[in-house]
C-alpha cells in the first residue's frame, strides 16, 4: 500500500502545486506528511518526466508559463576555432509542423540530406516542430494529443550522422500543450529523444535562446528565437521592430526567427537577421487570413575576425513548391554534377533544355 502511494506521489504534488501556485518544501512534506528529502526527490522525477518545476532556495512552484531564454540558465557556447579557417556553416529551419495534414516531410527531409551532404554538423530549428492543437487548427491536425505527437515527430524528424539540432519552443503550438498541462515541452522531447536514443535533438529554450560564437580573441552572440504577432504586410517589418526593441547591450550579431512562416535576409542596425522559412504548406488558417507560406529552408555561412566579429555572411534559400514539383530527378541542388541535356536554338546558341 505504501509503494502503491509513493508511485502516485508526484501526480499528487503536481495537482497540488497547480492549484496553490507556490509553497516551500517544507509545507509539501508537512502537507503530504513525507520527509523534505522524499518531496525534492520527487519534484526531480517531475522535472523528469517534463513538468516545468522550479525551485527557488525553497520556494516551489509550477507556473503555467515557461521562463523564456536559454534552458541551460546561460548562452550555448559554440567554438567556432574548430572550424577549418574560421568559417562556421550551419543550417536554420523551422515551423515544421509535424502532426499536420499539411506537413511536407518531404521538404524536412530534404533538407537534412542536403545539410548531411555539404558537412553541416549543426541546425537551429526556430520552433513550433509539433503542430499541437487548439480550435483554431482543430480542422488541420491529423495526430491528436502531446504524447502521440511527439511520438510522431521522433520517428519522423531526420536524423543524420553527425548532424545535431538544437531547437527553441514557441510559446504557440507546441506551446498550446505546455501552457494547459505545466510541460515544458521542449525539455520533455528532449528527455523523449534520449530515451529513445536520440542525442541529436538539443533543447535551448522556450521562444528564444543565444549562442555564443566563440574565437581566439572574442565572441559574437546569434539569437534563435521564435516571436509572436502577425505577418506585416511587409516582411521585414517584424524583424526591424523586433531588432529595434532590444535594450542596449542585448542586441545580437546574428537573429535567427521562425513563426511567420517567411524567408528573409534583412541588416536592420547591424545584424543579420534570417527568417527561416517553414516545412508546411499553407494552412486554411493562412489563406483566411490571407498568409503566404515560403515552404523552404535555409544554409548559412559566417566568418569571424579574431576578433570575433562576424566579418562575413551568407545565407542560401532552397524553395519548394507544390508537393510534386520537387521529384527526386529534380532535387539535387547541385551536388550531384551531371551533364545538362541542351537543345539547340536558331542563331547557333546552345543553351540548357
Not at 567554438?79 to 568559417?87: A, F, L, R, T
Not at 521564435?226 to 521585414?236: D, K, L, N, R, W
Amino acid at each position: 500500500m505504501q509503494k502503491s502511494a509513493g508511485a502516485a506521489l508526484d501526480k499528487r504534488i503536481a495537482k497540488y502545486l497547480g492549484k496553490v501556485g507556490h509553497t516551500s518544501i517544507v509545507a509539501l512534506a508537512d502537507h503530504f506528511d513525507r520527509s523534505p528529502r522524499t518531496v525534492q526527490t520527487t519534484l526531480e522525477t517531475l522535472r523528469q518526466q517534463g513538468a516545468y518545476v522550479q525551485v527557488d532556495a525553497d520556494v516551489v512552484a509550477m507556473p503555467q508559463q515557461i521562463r523564456p531564454g536559454n534552458a541551460m540558465g546561460g548562452p550555448l557556447v559554440h567554438d567556432i576555432s574548430e572550424y577549418e579557417d574560421g568559417w562556421f556553416q550551419f543550417g536554420a529551419l523551422g515551423d515544421n509542423h509535424l502532426g499536420s495534414k499539411h506537413e511536407r516531410l518531404d521538404v524536412l527531409t530534404a533538407a537534412y540530406d542536403l545539410y548531411a551532404a555539404e558537412g553541416v554538423r549543426t541546425v537551429f530549428n526556430t520552433g513550433n516542430w509539433i503542430e499541437g492543437e487548439m480550435r483554431l487548427n482543430f480542422h488541420d491536425v491529423k495526430i491528436h494529443g502531446l504524447d502521440a505527437q511527439l511520438d510522431y515527430m521522433l520517428e519522423h524528424y531526420p536524423q543524420r550522422k553527425g548532424v545535431t539540432t538544437y531547437f527553441v519552443a514557441g510559446d504557440d503550438h507546441e506551446g498550446w500543450y505546455q501552457r494547459n498541462s505545466r510541460l515544458e515541452v521542449g525539455r520533455l522531447l528532449q528527455l523523449r529523444a534520449e530515451a529513445a536514443g536520440r542525442k541529436d535533438l538539443q533543447y535551448l529554450g522556450y521562444v528564444e535562446a543565444d549562442i555564443d560564437l566563440k574565437t581566439s580573441g572574442g565572441r559574437s552572440k546569434l539569437k534563435v528565437m521564435h516571436p509572436g504577432g502577425g505577418s506585416a504586410y511587409a516582411y521585414s517589418y517584424a524583424p526591424q521592430k523586433i531588432v529595434e526593441s532590444f535594450q542596449g547591450g542585448e542586441k545580437p550579431d546574428i537573429l535567427l526567427i521562425g513563426h511567420y512562416h517567411k524567408f528573409e535576409y534583412c541588416y536592420p542596425r547591424g545584424v543579420h537577421v534570417v527568417q527561416t522559412g517553414c516545412t508546411v504548406d499553407q494552412s486554411i488558417f493562412m489563406r483566411k487570413q490571407k498568409i503566404s507560406a515560403h515552404v523552404g529552408f535555409t544554409l548559412c555561412r559566417l566568418n569571424q575576425s579574431p576578433s570575433g566579429v562576424v566579418n562575413r555572411f551568407q545565407v542560401e534559400w532552397f524553395p519548394f513548391f507544390d508537393r510534386g514539383f520537387y521529384g527526386t530527378a529534380r532535387r539535387n541542388f547541385g551536388l550531384t554534377p551531371a551533364p545538362m541535356p541542351v537543345r539547340k536554338v536558331r542563331g547557333g546558341r546552345v543553351l540548357a533544355a
